[in-house]
Each structure stands twice: as C-alpha cells, then as structure tokens.
C-alpha cells in the first residue's frame, strides 16, 4: 500500500511564502503524475499543481507565477513552493499520486492559513 505524507503547511502572514513537502512510501518514478491540490472551507477540492513524467507541468490560473512544484527522485519527494501567498489560498493543501499499476492515493492533508 502506498503512502503518501504531506509536511509544511502553517500559518503565514499575507506575502509570505511556505514550502510543502510530499513524501511517497515508494519510488516516485512509478507514480507517473503527481500534484497537489487544495480544498477551502465549503469549496470543492481543486487542483493547484500537477507534473506529469516530470515532464508536463499544469497550474491553476490562480497560482501562476506564484507556485512551483517540483520532484526530487532521489528523496520519493514533491515539492509545492508557495510565494506572495493571499489569504485566498487558505486551505487544506493534499498531495496526490497517480500510477499505472497502483490505485490513486492521497495524502492526509496539511493546513495552509494565510492571515495577518
């Protein structure tokens, strides 16, 4: 079974920046897509961040020129680089993995609070 285990999250005054952290219990070489997405209070869950192959890159408009991801093989680890945070990016930040041999997996979530 595979686990992924978010870390970083906190709270941060508008402007800051945070980084998220993602570690996989397996070789993210066979986790061909990973991303983070997040889900504000009362709001759906949306896609913040995705890198497929570490190839293919796709962000929210919302995060554009503000938000990095980015993967280190050699640590099974992804990376969400969060700068000129706004209070709107408030949320439950989640890393999720996908593979063509394992089930979908998501990680237990890590809180982003943005406020002064």
């Known amino acids: 079974q595979v686990h992924l285990v978010e870390s970083g999250g906190g709270l941060v005054q508008p402007g800051g920046s945070l980084r998220l952290s993602c570690l996989a219990s397996?070789?993210?070489?066979?986790?061909?897509?990973m991303g983070w997405y997040r889900q504000a209070p009362g709001k759906e869950r949306e896609l913040v961040a995705r890198?497929?192959?570490?190839?293919?890159?796709t962000y929210a408009e919302s995060v554009k020129g503000r938000f990095t991801i980015s993967r280190d093989n050699t640590k099974n680890t992804v990376y969400l680089q969060m700068n000129s945070l706004k209070a709107e990016d408030t949320a439950v930040y989640y890393c999720n993995g996908r593979s063509s041999t394992l089930p979908e997996v998501w990680g237990q979530g890590t809180l982003v609070t943005v406020s002064s």
């Open positions: 397996i070789s993210i070489f066979e986790l061909h897509t």
């Open positions: 890198s497929s192959l570490g190839v293919s890159i």
